[in-house]
């Protein structure tokens, strides 16, 4: 297991940080958020030396797993930058600034239609890669009336960025922590399913409390992803689709697909099939690093290098 686990870090400065953006998205015209953002990630690139050190191992897997791959000149400082301008374009969706016509929509396999049809809902399963919160404003915001996102979180932080986000002005979002999920919980998210909503999980952190997670490889090295999702398809007999969030040249891109089916068996068998589905996933995790390798935001040590012996 990772000791360097991402909610340990100190996340020295985050609270200022989303009060500061907050503020910027609120009184500044976007024309004018750039030059500040670029300022404030400035700031963190040149005192964050342990994120800069996991950036490059990052980049470091990237050319190892695809030998192809062109990075820019100073590609550490852009991603950087590129994590300063998704935290700022998440604010400004909330108070309209980016609106439902600035979203592209590639839903080849017609998700849109089945939200539609208010059936049984279905898991959204999402990463820290691109700009989720986007999507996420954006299906909430009326132009999907029969669609209810209900969003697990793991982390107290979740909450805290989301008052930011209310203080903002925009509506709160409906975030069901999940750190334990007892009888309760799991009873709560079936009936909700049944009801015709949806649940939307990141399925690249591993959670606080849980030992639910197994090495996968991803970019040519194994490292722990949760289990989760998988575990909570195959419990509440549940569909499982991705969403992916892109920016590109100015507009950003919703990319819906269909997944899998939810996941059968039980004891060994579900566990093989689990360990199946999460490599299957690890790899088009892999591939959208590949087309974007500057929109990965899990700063922390994900392959646990400083642990290894």
Same mark, same amino acid.
């Given at each position: !297991?990772?000791?360097?686990?991402?909610?340990?870090?100190?996340?020295?400065?985050?609270?200022?940080?989303?009060?500061?953006? +907050?503020?910027?998205?609120?009184?500044?015209?976007?024309?004018?958020?750039?030059?500040?953002?670029?300022?404030?990630?400035?700031?963190?690139?040149?005192?964050?030396?342990?994120?800069?050190?996991?950036?490059?191992?990052?980049?470091?897997? /990237?050319?190892?797993?695809?030998?192809?791959?062109?990075?820019?000149?100073?590609?550490?400082?852009?991603?950087?930058?590129?994590?300063?301008?998704?935290?700022?374009? +998440?604010?400004?969706?909330?108070?309209?600034?980016?609106?439902?016509?600035?979203?592209?929509?590639?839903?080849?396999?017609?998700?849109?239609?089945?939200?539609?049809?208010?059936?049984?809902?279905?898991?959204?399963?999402?990463?820290?890669?691109?700009?989720?919160?986007?999507? +996420?404003?954006?299906?909430?915001?009326?132009?999907?009336?029969?669609?209810?996102?209900?969003?697990?979180?793991?982390?107290?932080?979740?909450?805290?960025?989301?008052?930011?986000?209310?203080?903002?002005?925009?509506?709160? /979002?409906?975030?069901?922590?999940?750190?334990?999920?007892?009888?309760?919980?799991?009873?709560?998210?079936?009936?909700?399913?049944?009801?015709?909503? $949806?649940?939307?999980?990141?399925?690249?952190?591993?959670?606080?409390?849980?030992?639910?997670?197994?090495?996968?490889?991803?970019?040519?090295?194994?490292?722990?992803?949760?289990?989760?999702?998988?575990?909570?398809?195959?419990? /509440?007999?549940?569909?499982?689709?991705?969403?992916?969030?892109?920016?590109?040249?100015?507009?950003?891109?919703?990319?819906?697909?269909?997944?899998?089916?939810?996941?059968?068996?039980?004891?060994?068998? +579900?566990?093989?099939?689990?360990?199946?589905? !999460?490599?299957?996933?690890?790899?088009?995790?892999?591939?959208?690093?590949?087309?974007?390798? /500057?929109? $990965?935001?899990?700063?922390?040590?994900? $392959?646990?290098?400083?642990?290894?012996?």
């Amino acid at each position: !297991m990772n000791n360097n686990h991402w909610a340990k870090q100190n996340e020295r400065g985050t609270t200022l940080f989303l009060n500061v953006t +907050r503020l910027i998205v609120k009184y500044l015209p976007l024309w004018a958020i750039k030059s500040v953002t670029f300022i404030i990630i400035f700031y963190f690139f040149i005192t964050s030396s342990k994120v800069r050190n996991n950036i490059k191992y990052y980049h470091h897997r /990237l050319k190892i797993t695809f030998t192809d791959i062109k990075l820019p000149k100073f590609a550490v400082f852009y991603q950087f930058l590129n994590f300063g301008e998704a935290l700022t374009d +998440r604010f400004a969706v909330w108070q309209n600034k980016i609106v439902y016509k600035d979203l592209i929509v590639d839903d080849k396999d017609n998700l849109r239609g089945e939200i539609k049809k208010s059936q049984r809902g279905q898991i959204l399963v999402c990463s820290h890669f691109g700009n989720i919160e986007i999507c +996420r404003a954006l299906v909430n915001s009326g132009h999907h009336d029969n669609f209810k996102l209900n969003i697990l979180v793991h982390h107290k932080n979740a909450v805290a960025f989301n008052k930011a986000l209310v203080k903002a002005g925009a509506s709160e /979002l409906s975030l069901i922590e999940v750190s334990e999920l007892d009888t309760e919980k799991m009873l709560q998210l079936h009936n909700k399913l049944d009801q015709g909503e $949806w649940i939307a999980i990141a399925a690249d952190r591993i959670p606080i409390k849980s030992d639910k997670s197994l090495p996968i490889d991803f970019l040519g090295k194994k490292a722990f992803f949760p289990q989760g999702v998988w575990l909570l398809s195959s419990l /509440l007999k549940a569909k499982i689709n991705t969403v992916f969030c892109i920016k590109e040249q100015g507009k950003y891109k919703l990319k819906l697909r269909k997944f899998s089916d939810s996941l059968k068996g039980s004891g060994q068998n +579900r566990k093989k099939n689990i360990e199946i589905v !999460m490599q299957q996933y690890a790899n088009l995790l892999a591939q959208e690093c590949k087309e974007h390798p /500057l929109l $990965w935001f899990n700063f922390y040590d994900f $392959w646990d290098k400083n642990n290894e012996k």
